[in-house]
């Protein structure tokens, strides 16, 4: 990592230091506004669900609506009747639950008089309307060279403020996009990658992202093992 950095701008940052910079869906906005009573979010790993469920936990906290969020665990069984449910309950990886269970929770939060947003791999939105819920429907989709940029960009400015030492140079962005598959966290593990390499402040190349790239897939490679 560059010398001059106590730390890599691509760790890791709460919610709340990420809230400043979040760019938030117009499908979101509307459910923040009282459109609906679920706001049914579809993506692929990596695409941003759990991002857009804490933001919007964090979001409705700072004007006092309760917000309670779940993860569905993978390999683990999960006891509907007894997961937490608030004003606004926050589900994610709704797809790991049989569609029986799903519909059976989505009715208990309905009957509370509740509201709820749902992370999932999957569509959902038959179970959700047989639950007797209107939805907003919001699918997350790999971004385009503009987004990945504004995503690795927005980042540095986040960890960093405004500088001029670590632009993309001509043909980095596309790198970015090609490496990254258009996956927003793909995109911020490059970012990781690129600062563990660098060894001093200058512009960011084609040749740091491909580099990077080589080093994400060892290390996803030899986790893997």
């Not at 938030?24 to 923040?32: I, M």
């Not at 941003?48 to 917000?67: M, N, P, S």
Request: aromatic share 6%.
């Amino acid at each position: 990592m560059c010398t001059c950095l106590r730390e890599n701008p691509f760790e890791p940052i709460s919610t709340e230091r990420l809230s400043t910079v979040f760019e938030w869906p117009d499908e979101a906005l509307r459910f923040l506004d009282g459109q609906a009573d679920c706001l049914h979010i579809i993506g692929q790993p990596g695409m941003g669900k759990t991002a857009l469920l804490r933001q919007l936990q964090h979001r409705l906290a700072q004007t006092g609506v309760a917000a309670t969020y779940t993860s569905i665990p993978l390999d683990a069984a999960i006891d509907v009747g007894a997961v937490q449910i608030g004003q606004l309950t926050l589900l994610d990886e709704t797809d790991r639950l049989p569609p029986r269970q799903l519909i059976s929770l989505l009715k208990r939060i309905r009957a509370a008089g509740g509201r709820c947003a749902l992370g999932t791999h999957r569509d959902q939105r038959r179970l959700v309307r047989r639950a007797g819920m209107t939805l907003v429907h919001l699918r997350l989709r790999r971004r385009g060279l503009d987004a990945a940029r504004c995503i690795f960009e927005g980042r540095l400015r986040l960890a960093l403020g405004d500088q001029d030492a670590y632009v993309l140079a001509a043909g980095a962005a596309g790198a970015l996009l090609w490496c990254s598959r258009g996956n927003s966290e793909r995109i911020l593990q490059l970012g990781y990658e690129i600062f563990e390499d660098l060894d001093y402040p200058r512009s960011i190349t084609h040749k740091d992202v491909f580099r990077a790239h080589a080093s994400l897939k060892r290390c996803l490679r030899s986790g893997a093992e």
